[in-house]
């Protein structure tokens, strides 16, 4: 399988499998820095973390998530939703082999 093959099943499977959605939106809400975590944005251009438009409402679930260990049925269909468009970022950190 090819890494574009590889990819494109990851985000497949980030945006099917709830499972994966919350690994993965957990994956790179450790990569974000404490100030960004506390101001709930995408302040350093690092390539890792959420983009500046799911930094809000993705932080808050991670947060949601690790406090309380569930998700809404409305965090559900955001995760499902947002989550694909993470598969080469998380296939980078991930999926290569070294």
Known sequence: MTKKEEIAAWKFKLGSNLGWAVKGMLAIYKNQ???EKSQ??????????FTSYDSVTLTQIAERYIKTGGLYLGD??????RMPKYA??????????K
């Open 33 to 35: 820095t404490l100030k």
């Open 40 to 49: 709930q944005a995408t302040l350093e251009s690092n390539g890792l973390g």
């Open 76 to 81: 559900r269909k955001v995760l499902l939703y």
């Open 88 to 97: 080469s970022q998380l296939h980078k950190q991930y999926g290569e082999k």
